[in-house]
């Protein structure tokens, strides 16, 4: 069974991300440039589905495993 978020929310820093089985994931902020130059109205414009988080108009999307892995995401050059 794979682990799926159910909620996610931001402070200054970091990006919180609840999953469904009762942890709560504190990542960098700076680990996603496109969420870190988002304001906060395009921020909580997030799309949360089993296969992971998605912004439609920051064209961001996020997997759970590779935020469970600790894998920061690196813009394309």
Do not use: K, Y
């Not at 909620?7 to 680990?31: C, I, K, N, T, Y």
């Amino acid at each position: 069974m794979s682990i799926s978020a159910v909620e996610v929310h931001f402070d200054d820093d970091l990006m919180w991300v609840s999953l469904q089985d009762g942890r709560q994931l504190g990542v960098p902020l700076a680990w996603f440039p496109r969420l870190m130059a988002a304001t906060a109205e395009e921020r909580t414009a997030v799309e949360i589905s089993p296969f992971g988080l998605h912004w439609e108009t920051l064209d961001e999307d996020i997997s759970v495993p590779a935020l469970l892995a600790g894998e920061p995401v690196l813009a394309a050059e």
